[in-house]
Every structure is written in C-alpha cells, then in structure tokens.
C-alpha cells in the first residue's frame, strides 16, 4: 500500500464534497490507487506521467488527477479532483504552475 498526498487543490475540493455517497466513492478509490496505481487511465501527449480515475455518480463523471513518484519508497500525489466538466483545461493550467 502506497502512502497517497494530496495537493491543495484536490484537497479543497474533496473537502467541500457534502454528499456522503459521493464522498465514500472518492475514498473507495483513493484506496483503489493506493493499492494500486495503475488502475487509473495513463494519459500521453502534455499530461503524460498523469494518471486519470473516472468516478461515476449520479449522472455525472468525476475525475481524481494523479501522479506517482518515487522517493524513497513509492508516493501517489493526488493533483486535482473535480467534476469532468473543463477538467483537463484546469489540469494543464494547474500543471504549468507547479
């Protein structure tokens, strides 16, 4: 199991979720990649070394942003977590910043 941390940005939004069920399916997969993290979708061309896992609930698709890197035993970084809607515009913004 892989220690997972969570870049403020995906913390805030996983924070203001007040839906339970919706809340319980990003832990479900959180615990999915933490265990192993390559179940999520491995993105290529500007997003590559980026991993995407799609959460369906309630007729909307979520997506949780990862990437995983290796110090000293193996880390996931959760980037960002949102709603798919204009969810890969906000990554690639998000990612020129960091």
């Known amino acids: 199991m892989y220690e997972v941390r969570f870049l403020p940005p995906a913390a805030k939004y996983i924070k203001k979720i007040k839906d339970r069920v919706l ?4 832990r479900e997969a959180i615990d999915q990649i933490r265990n192993d993290y390559t179940v999520g979708q491995a993105k ?5 070394g980026i991993y995407c896992y799609d959460i369906y609930y309630n007729q909307v698709n979520y997506e949780i942003a990862y990437t995983v890197e290796f110090v000293e035993d193996t880390l996931v970084v959760v980037i960002l977590a949102g709603t798919r809607e204009n969810f890969y515009q906000t990554l690639k913004q998000y990612i020129k910043k960091w």
Not at 23 to 26: A, G, S, V
Not at 44 to 48: A, C, E, F, N, V
Request: aromatic share 12%.
């Open 23 to 26: 809340k319980q399916r990003f």
């Open 44 to 48: 290529t061309g500007d997003l590559s």
